[in-house]
């Protein structure tokens, strides 16, 4: 077992590589992590035998702090709560700039954390309908998947756009006008809707269903869990419906909106 020490020592490591590969990406040395985490280079490879193994212990963290914040939500959602995440949606600056480099960079790793945060994603979808905050989507799986997908990529544009011209990113100051520029319309679409009616859904559902042979999944939604469209929180929860990337915790990620 871990002494209280080793574990602090850990972390330590761990929050300074997450900073330095937000911010100058992952080609960062193992000297340079150490030399930020106060320890020696061998220590960063005691604890997590390689940079990769350092980098996928960032993952985790990652995706924990953020699945804990829209959790928190997702369990007692209302307006106050939103607001507030809304306000302190600088604090995950370092996370949002780990997120953004490890989808820029590629590869294996920044595959396997998109997929994990698509399976967070649906995490909250299923917490959001059991406390009433979300209606239950027809696929549940795509949904997350589209979340994360369209989440991420935005947020993804939206940072490069405010990169200097050295390429470096006032994280705090992105995501403070993300969330100012981004919300309202965001949870207005995702209440409201932009289709005057269901005529495109209907006609993209019923030939889903031709081309698969009528198969499961393109059929209504069951009313139980279609609360009326204005019906506050319950109808179009803000937490879930912005767009962020796949898990971030305006005010997140959805997501990543969305892991």
Not at 59 to 79: C, F, L, Q, W
Not at 227 to 236: F, L, M
């Amino acid at each position: 077992m871990r002494s209280s020490d080793d574990l602090n020592t850990r972390a330590r490591i761990r929050d300074a590589a997450l900073v330095l590969f937000g911010e100058e990406g992952f080609g960062v040395g193992v000297r340079a992590i150490a030399a930020a985490a106060g320890v020696s280079p061998g220590l960063v490879n005691h604890h997590f035998g390689s940079k990769e193994g350092l980098r996928r212990e960032c993952d985790d963290h990652v995706r924990a702090v953020i699945r804990e914040s829209k959790m928190s939500y997702m369990n007692r959602p209302s307006p106050g709560n939103t607001l507030q995440q809304l306000a302190e949606i600088e604090e995950f600056a370092p996370f949002i700039a780990y997120i953004m480099r490890s989808f820029q960079a590629g590869g294996d790793l920044a595959a396997s954390l998109f997929e994990h945060m698509v399976e967070d994603v649906e995490q909250y979808l299923e917490a959001g309908v059991a406390s009433g905050a979300l209606r239950r989507p027809r696929d549940l799986k795509a949904m997350a998947r589209y979340l994360a997908t369209t989440n991420g990529g935005g947020m993804l544009l939206f940072i490069q756009m405010h990169a200097g011209p050295s390429g470096a990113v006032d994280y705090r100051q992105a995501l403070r006008e993300y969330g100012d520029q981004m919300l309202l319309p965001a949870v207005e679409v995702m209440t409201e809707g932009l289709l005057p009616d269901s005529t495109m859904l209907e006609t993209l559902l019923a030939d889903a269903a031709s081309r698969a042979g009528g198969a499961t999944g393109t059929e209504a939604r069951p009313q139980s869990d279609t609360p009326d469209a204005t019906s506050g929180d319950a109808a179009g929860s803000p937490e879930a419906s912005i767009p962020h990337p796949p898990e971030t915790p305006l005010p997140a990620p959805t997501a990543g909106n969305a892991n």
